[in-house]
Each structure stands twice: as C-alpha cells, then as structure tokens.
C-alpha cells in the first residue's frame, strides 16, 4: 500500500463496522490481544520466503494461517473501537500476509493442508471464508491497494472453487460457503451455479437433527455456519432450516456445566471435550431473527469466548439485542433414534444411553463427577467386548443385546494341503464343532423413586464359567472410595462388595453393589483401559447382576 492510498484511507469514515456500543467492548480488547499476538508471531523480514506467515505447533508454514492474519488485522483496521483502527504498521502486515497466500498458492488456485491434505479444494475453501472476509470489509472501507493484494489469490482460488471435488459430507456446505463469499466480493455466475450443484444433493441431516457427521463440536458448527452464510449471500431463506433443526437438537446435547456430549461422533471430537463455543453466529443470528429465546440463552453462555469481531461487522444484523431468554431444558428423557442416543438431566445430573453399537454403552455425570463409561466384556474367545447388536425400548428404559459364537475347527473335507499364508481364507471352509455360545443383555432404566438414578442389569447367559469384568471408567480427577487396588494394574480398582463413592470436590455417584469372584481385569482381547480410574466388578458366566447409579443432589 502506497502512502497516498494509506492518507486516503486514514482521512475515510469506517463503512460496515458497527458503532463500538453496539459491539462489546471486552470482544474488541480480545481482539485487539489476538492483533498483538499474532504482530509478535509473523515474520516480517522481506527476505525470508516465509515472510507474511508464521510457522504451526508442528513447524508448518500453513496457507490458512494467512487467512486467519487476514480476518484478524482487516477487522481491527476498519473497527473504530479497536486500539488498530487505521493503523500503518497492521495495514503493512496486512499486505505482507496477502502475499504470503499468493507464494503458498498453487498454480491450480488449491493450497495444502500439510497434515493431510495436498491440491486441496476443501482446505482452499475453509481458507477463502477468512480471506473473503477480509476483502469483504476492505472494500466496503475503500482499501483499494490492500484489495488489489489480495484479488490474485481470490481469482485463482475461484477458478479451483468451480471445479474442484470434496472428501466429506460438511466440505460441500464448506464450498458453498466460500462460493457465495467470492460472488459477493467478485460476482460470477459460475459461483452461484457451482454451489447450487452441491446444494442440489440436499442437506445431509436426519430426522434427530444431526448432520451425517455427527460431529457435535466440530463438523456440526461448519455446517451450520456455512449454510447460515450461504443462506444469506445466496438468497436461500430455506437453507436456515436445517442449521434451526440442529441447533434445538443441541439443546439436549449439553451437560449441565456446558460440555457438549461427543460420544455420537463420527469423527476425530468424539470422547473430546469442549463447548458450545462455536455455534455462537448461528445462535446469535437465529436468536435474533427468530426471536428465539433458548438460542438467546445459549448465545449469551458462549459469547464471551465465541463471539469474533469480524462477524459482527459483516453482519450488522448482530449487533440487534437478544431477544429475552428461555430456559434450557434442564429435567427431560429424549430419545433420539436415528442417532440411537438417549439423553436425559435431571438438573445437575446428565446420563446417555448409547445405543449405537458402541461399548460405552452408558455415561453418566453429576455436576462435576463424572462416570465417563460403563463397560464389560468377558474373555469368551478373545472377542468378548460387549457392543450392542440390537436394541429396543422397553415400558421403561432400554434393551440392548449381543450375540456370539465361538466355533473349533476340523480337518478340511476332503483333504486339501493349505499353505501357511491361507490359513485365514480357509476357515470357513472348515467343519465347524465343539461351537460355544453367549447371549450378553443389558437394561437400562431410570430408578423409580430416585430421582438421578438408573438401575442397570448385565446378564451374560450361554457357555458357563467364563470369566467377566464390569468396568466403571471415572473422569481423571475423580477420586473414588469404597474399592480395592486391582493386582496387577495401574489406576484400577475392584469393588468387591457394598457400595462405591466417586467424588468430585462436593459432587458424587454412588454406584454398586459389587462383586469379585475373580480379579481378573484386563480381559484378553477386550478395548483398553481408558484414561482415569477404572472400577472393576468381575464375575463368571452365567452372570446376571443389577447395578445402581445413583446422583445425590
């Protein structure tokens, strides 16, 4: 940027940055901090061919992270408010960054995710939401020179845009997003017929709310947000629906101390923790329009830590106060069977039912405290792991059943020589004898009379004298007493008889009665023990043992 574009820029009104008392002023001091942050992280040096980006926690110097330097200094330069409205030294970095993106760009228009995508569309176009963003508001604000650095990088990315091809499901929506962001800065029928191809699959979410992903703290808010942006840039009123349809299902995905339930996720958050943080723009807007006051209630929670400035000046739509808030569901039992989950609270106490297939069939939590899994598998064959097959809801809870066999094998008939390389692919050309069964149920119910309560009942039926463990996994941190050191292995307990406490500060589970006819706990081919303390009940087949969970309030 020249010094007479910069004094022209200097001397000019901001356009699109909201009034600073409509936009909170601890959101604009954070930015301000990220602006600094990232003025101390950026090379600067001209000779250094990494000069306008920084390097990764991995050493990768990233196109996205020029981006991301984009969105946050073009934001603070045309934001009145902020301590780098119309500054020299952020306007410079600006452009050393825009040039960064030109030098990481291939000459296809893609860019490369280091870590595992390469010629990369997708990436590419999680990328252009920053940068068209940044252009967006540098127009808006008569940024001329700094626009021109940055419109090679958009023209290329736009001609990768129209052609390029996805992964996943939510890089769809991801692509439109960044199509309808590049035909608002540079308008061409080609966007806009680009992202009505992919729009023209449909959206990809069930009858539970939850796109195809299940990514309850990551592909869920990409999805959202990018349909509520391709929405609004596109004129396409109907694709709010499906970013509603998901935000009320969230509202049952929420523990009471705002981490979002992970368990149903098909990607790499699943088991991870984290909050509602990133749905804050569909939230907010929604709440907004809507007049919504649960999404209200919700965006007020996540907006001290979800709220980006750059947002609310491409949206002045934001800036409109909350409606007044609802409250939470915070006492309910919701069945979702598409998903195959079933969540209920009562207040502090949050319990899912996992009726997917997966081993952690139940977690459950009080305030703080919390059972993270509960678990078994009995060393039938070395394929003992209980995950259910089947399952069906009963007059009060939840059945869930698996079945297994585990077969000897004879002599081939006729005869044939094997070599030792087809072994596996002969079997099952082998008379089948000696053929040992087992039939694992499991229910679980609320408890009558307790409320925060649940009786779970674990039988294993079929081949007897099987050995069996019952694991109760606790959160780390979780201290539990009543329970016994397990031989053998670390940060394991057996529960031999009466009744365990997990205690959380002032926050506890009581849950038993135990048993240990054995202590045999690290079953032969059963999943690994997962991180914190694991509670072990073992017993022998045929097993039939009911358990009680209980949540003081």
Not at 278 to 298: C, H, Q, V
Not at 355 to 383: D, H, I, P, T, W
Request: net charge positive.
């Amino acid at each position: 940027m020249t010094r007479r574009d910069f004094a022209a820029f200097a001397a000019a009104p901001a356009v699109g940055a909201q009034p600073a008392a409509q936009i909170d002023p601890a959101l604009i001091r954070r930015h301000d901090e990220s602006v600094e942050r990232l003025l101390r992280m950026q090379i600067a040096d001209v000779k250094d061919p990494n000069c306008g980006g920084y390097a990764d926690a991995f050493g990768f110097f990233s196109a996205s992270t020029g981006g991301a330097i984009l969105d946050t200094y073009v934001a603070a330069l045309v934001c009145p408010a902020s301590r780098f409205y119309k500054s020299n030294e952020v306007m410079q970095r600006a452009g050393l960054a825009a040039g960064y993106l030109r030098r990481k760009q291939h000459d296809d228009g893609t860019i490369d995710l280091y870590i595992t995508n390469f010629h990369s569309t997708p990436d590419l176009a999680f990328t252009i939401h920053n940068v068209a963003s940044a252009a967006l508001l540098a127009k808006l604000n008569n940024l001329t020179a700094l626009f021109g650095e940055m419109e090679p990088f958009l023209r290329k990315a736009g001609d990768a845009l129209v052609r390029g091809g996805v992964h996943t499901p939510n890089h769809r929506w991801v692509t439109c997003e960044a199509l309808s962001q590049m035909n608002e800065v540079m308008p061409d029928a080609r966007f806009v017929r680009r992202a009505e191809q992919w729009l023209a699959e449909g959206i990809d979410i069930d009858a539970d709310g939850q796109f195809n992903e299940r990514s309850t703290t990551v592909y869920n808010t990409v999805s959202d947000k990018a349909l509520l942006v391709t929405a609004l840039k596109l004129g396409k009123p109907e694709l709010l629906d499906p970013v509603r349809r998901n935000l009320e299902a969230m509202m049952y995905l929420v523990h009471p101390n705002g981490e979002v339930v992970t368990e149903i996720s098909r990607r790499q958050d699943q088991y991870e923790r984290a909050g509602m943080e990133r749905y804050w723009l569909p939230l907010r807007y929604l709440a907004i329009k809507d007049s919504n006051g649960r999404f209200a209630e919700m965006a007020r929670r996540v907006e001290p830590r979800g709220a980006w400035l750059s947002a609310y000046l491409r949206f002045p739509e934001l800036a409109q106060p909350l409606p007044a808030s609802a409250p939470l569901p915070e006492d309910y039992h919701k069945l979702m069977p598409a998903v195959e989950i079933a969540r209920i609270r009562r207040g502090q106490m949050s319990a899912s039912v996992l009726l997917n297939g997966n081993s952690r069939f139940f977690a459950m939590r009080n305030g703080e405290c919390v059972v993270q899994a509960v678990r078994f598998a009995s060393a039938f064959f070395g394929k003992g792991q209980f995950r259910p097959a089947k399952w069906e809801r009963t007059a009060d809870g939840y059945r869930m059943t698996q079945s297994m066999e585990g077969p000897y094998y004879q002599p081939l008939d006729p005869p044939r020589k094997v070599e030792a390389s087809d072994w596996d692919k002969v079997r099952g050309l082998r008379p089948r004898s000696e053929v040992q069964k087992m039939e694992y149920r499991v229910e679980v119910k609320e408890a009558k009379g307790r409320r925060g309560g649940f009786t779970i009942e674990i039988a294993a039926e079929g081949t007897a004298g099987v050995p069996l463990a019952v694991e109760v996994n606790l959160r780390e941190g979780v201290q539990v007493e009543g329970a016994a050191p397990a031989p053998g292995a670390q940060n394991a307990s057996i529960l031999k008889s009466g009744y365990a406490v997990a205690r959380s500060g002032k926050d506890t589970i009581r849950f038993g009665p135990g048993f240990a006819e054995h202590s045999y706990t690290q079953v032969r081919g059963a999943e690994p023990r997962l991180p914190g303390e694991s509670v072990y009940l073992c017993g022998f087949t045929p097993l039939r043992r009911v358990l009680e969970f209980d949540a003081p309030a």
